[in-house]
């Protein structure tokens, strides 16, 4: 049976609702509850510990500078006579894409009212004397390395400059003068006039300690926009990715771009580890491949142009090649390492103590030479005139050659460069003398040394090796020869011994290399 419920009054009503938010808990448990207003909180996470690199940054940065390489603009003039100013690298103006050619004879007319002469917030000045003015060609970076003002970086950075600007990270413009700069490396020492000012600098790192998985910092000038720091890891160590003999990079993750040049890579500590100098870029921006000079070549290299403007190097004179497994079988080697000897020039520190082409150099001073290129940073990193202690293998045993090292000469040639020897043209097949299981077909030379080759299968392993129709073999585990007869002799020789593989010296228009062969089709 339901309850009759009078209406409410008006004022019975508007009483009510003021208390409506207490109707629930009245209902519920006849006595009305204390009732506070409820607000939504900011979301806030205690996030875990995580290193910081601004400690690092903060000391760092005043030592990093950008740098600004100039260049002489000359006077161009077009078919009409109109001069402007611009050297395209050597190409004069009618060299230019016809695109191209409106935009610089309106710059070059632009040019000519009234811009002559200017540079730079400083108030610098370009020459008035028609040869030319100054413009930036080039931007890279850099960092001080003493408190008088030197700089390193690249030489790729300044290689194309005539002048030089450091820009440093509170925007302070300075002149820098090029003390000296080293190719084989890519470094270059810069130096600034601070008149009597204190610049922060940085140190060298041991970068022996440096490990794959350490944090590091890059700090440059990407694309031109100033001061830009990047972190990431060291990826690998020993890169070598072909621009030179003394190849030995770090691989870092951190995002290095174009601009980065020359700019340093540091630890924690703030000591610098490594150079930026290339990057691994199908697309042209950072993929997390880029490469460091390590701060142990570069402090030598460096305070060698500080001293002298130049680097003077160790000199042997032999010409080497990496140790192969098939090459290490072919001369009774129990592994494979060491710097084969092609050839030692005539006149050279390593012709004097005896050197001879088919010596495997295992160890130099007692440390074990890991491979050729490791053997050419060693030699060139020692001063010239130092007596070492050479370790050869030389057919089937070890010796010891004492060699007094020259200096390099400063456009030395690569060692495998022609004699002058033309190679003859091939003659008909001497099938009497046709060394099938080698898949070599030969003759005799035309000058009466080795033998021609004059035919190979395009299916043996010789062929795979690189062996070519027309190039010579001179000699076969490091025995001269003459004829087939010889060949085959040696061979003969190599089974009795166990041998696998033979190890035959090639001689071609680009010089000389050894190649080991199977003997008998043995793989």
């Given at each position: 049976?339901?309850?009759?419920?009078?209406?409410?009054?008006?004022?019975?009503?508007?009483?009510?609702?003021?208390?409506?938010?207490?109707?629930?808990?009245?209902?519920?448990?006849?006595?009305?509850?204390?009732?506070?207003?409820?607000?939504?909180?900011?979301?806030?996470v205690?996030?875990?510990?995580?290193?910081?690199?601004?400690?690092?940054?903060?000391?760092?940065?005043?030592?990093?500078?950008?740098?600004?390489?100039?260049?002489?603009?000359?006077?161009?003039?077009?078919?009409e006579?109109?001069?402007?100013?611009?050297?395209?690298?050597?190409?004069?103006?009618?060299?230019?894409?016809?695109?191209?050619?409106?935009?610089?004879?309106?710059?070059?007319?632009?040019?000519?009212?009234?811009?002559?002469?200017?540079?730079?917030?400083?108030?610098?000045?370009?020459?008035?004397?028609g040869?030319?003015?100054?413009?930036?060609?080039?931007?890279?970076?850099?960092?001080?390395?003493?408190?008088?003002?030197?700089i390193?970086?690249?030489?790729?950075?300044?290689?194309?400059?005539?002048?030089?600007?450091?820009?440093?990270?509170?925007?302070?413009?300075?002149?820098?003068?090029?003390?000296?700069?080293?190719?084989?490396?890519?470094?270059?020492?810069?130096?600034?006039?601070?008149?009597?000012?204190?610049?922060?600098?940085?140190?060298?790192?041991?970068?022996n300690?440096?490990?794959?998985?350490?944090?590091?910092?890059?700090?440059?000038?990407?694309?031109?926009?100033g001061?830009?720091?990047?972190?990431?890891?060291?990826?690998?160590?020993?890169?070598?990715?072909?621009s030179?003999?003394?190849?030995?990079?770090?691989?870092?993750?951190?995002?290095?771009?174009?601009?980065?040049?020359?700019?340093?890579?540091f630890?924690?500590?703030?000591e610098?580890?490594?150079?930026?100098?290339a990057?691994f870029?199908?697309?042209?921006?950072?993929?997390?491949?880029?490469?460091?000079?390590?701060?142990?070549?570069?402090?030598?290299?460096?305070?060698?142009?500080?001293?002298?403007?130049?680097?003077?190097?160790?000199?042997?004179?032999?010409?080497?090649?990496?140790?192969?497994?098939d090459?290490?079988?072919?001369?009774?080697?129990?592994?494979?390492?060491?710097a084969?000897?092609?050839?030692?020039?005539?006149?050279?520190?390593?012709?004097?103590?005896?050197?001879?082409?088919?010596?495997?150099?295992?160890?130099?001073?007692?440390?074990?030479?890991k491979?050729?290129?490791?053997?050419?940073r060693?030699?060139?990193?020692?001063?010239?005139?130092?007596?070492?202690?050479?370790?050869?293998?030389?057919?089937?045993?070890?010796?010891?050659?004492?060699?007094?090292?020259?200096?390099?000469?400063?456009?030395q040639k690569?060692?495998?460069?022609?004699?002058?020897?033309?190679?003859?043209?091939?003659?008909?097949?001497?099938?009497?003398?046709?060394?099938?299981?080698?898949?070599?077909?030969?003759?005799?030379?035309?000058d009466?040394?080795?033998?021609?080759i004059?035919?190979?299968?395009?299916d043996?392993?010789?062929?795979?090796?690189?062996?070519?129709?027309?190039?010579?073999?001179?000699?076969?585990?490091?025995?001269e020869?003459?004829?087939?007869?010889?060949?085959?002799?040696?061979?003969?020789?190599?089974?009795?011994?166990?041998?696998?593989?033979?190890?035959?010296?090639?001689?071609?228009?680009?010089?000389?290399?050894?190649?080991?062969?199977?003997?008998?089709?043995?793989?």
């Open positions: 049976m339901f309850k009759n419920i009078k209406a409410p009054s008006l004022n019975t009503a508007l009483k009510a609702s003021t208390v409506a938010g207490l109707a629930a808990a009245v209902f519920a448990t006849g006595i009305p509850l204390e009732i506070t207003r409820s607000y939504a909180e900011a979301v806030k205690q996030a875990p510990s995580v290193p910081s690199f601004a400690n690092v940054v903060d000391a760092v940065s005043p030592a990093v500078v950008s740098v600004r390489v100039e260049n002489r603009v000359n006077p161009v003039a077009d078919d006579g109109n001069g402007f100013a611009f050297d395209f690298n050597g190409r004069g103006f009618d060299d230019l894409p016809d695109a191209l050619k409106p935009f610089f004879r309106q710059f070059g007319e632009q040019g000519q009212q009234g811009q002559q002469g200017r540079r730079g917030p400083q108030g610098h000045h370009g020459p008035q004397d040869k030319g003015r100054l413009r930036p060609v080039a931007q890279g970076s850099g960092f001080f390395i003493s408190e008088d003002g030197y390193v970086t690249n030489n790729h950075v300044v290689s194309d400059g005539a002048a030089f600007v450091a820009v440093m990270n509170d925007g302070t413009e300075l002149d820098a003068k090029l003390i000296g700069k080293d190719p084989r490396t890519d470094l270059a020492v810069l130096k600034v006039d601070g008149k009597g000012r204190k610049f922060t600098y940085v140190n060298w790192a041991d970068d300690g440096v490990r794959v998985g350490d944090w590091v910092v890059a700090v440059g000038n990407p694309f031109g926009l001061g830009t720091v990047t972190a990431g890891i060291v990826s690998a160590r020993g890169r070598d990715i072909g030179g003999p003394y190849d030995d990079y770090l691989q870092v993750d951190a995002a290095v771009n174009r601009g980065n040049s020359g700019g340093p890579t630890n924690l500590s703030g610098v580890v490594g150079i930026n100098t990057i870029s199908p697309s042209g921006g950072n993929v997390g491949i880029a490469f460091a000079i390590p701060a142990s070549t570069a402090k030598d290299v460096v305070a060698d142009l500080m001293k002298d403007g130049q680097v003077s190097r160790g000199y042997l004179g032999v010409q080497i090649q990496p140790v192969t497994k090459i290490a079988d072919s001369l009774g080697l129990s592994e494979a390492s060491g084969l000897v092609v050839s030692a020039q005539a006149g050279t520190p390593g012709e004097k103590a005896g050197m001879k082409a088919g010596d495997v150099v295992t160890a130099v001073n007692g440390e074990t030479v491979d050729a290129r490791d053997l050419s060693r030699i060139g990193a020692m001063t010239p005139g130092k007596k070492v202690e050479l370790s050869v293998w030389r057919a089937g045993k070890a010796q010891s050659l004492t060699v007094e090292l020259g200096t390099l000469p400063a456009e690569d060692a495998s460069a022609d004699d002058g020897d033309q190679a003859p043209e091939s003659q008909a097949p001497a099938s009497e003398k046709a060394l099938a299981d080698l898949g070599l077909t030969v003759g005799p030379s035309e009466g040394k080795g033998l021609q004059t035919g190979i299968d395009p043996s392993d010789a062929a795979d090796k690189g062996i070519k129709e027309g190039e010579k073999i001179t000699s076969v585990n490091n025995q020869v003459s004829n087939a007869d010889d060949v085959v002799k040696v061979l003969n020789q190599a089974k009795k011994d166990g041998r696998t593989r033979a190890l035959f010296q090639i001689q071609s228009k680009e010089g000389s290399r050894f190649v080991a062969l199977p003997i008998n089709g043995q793989g």
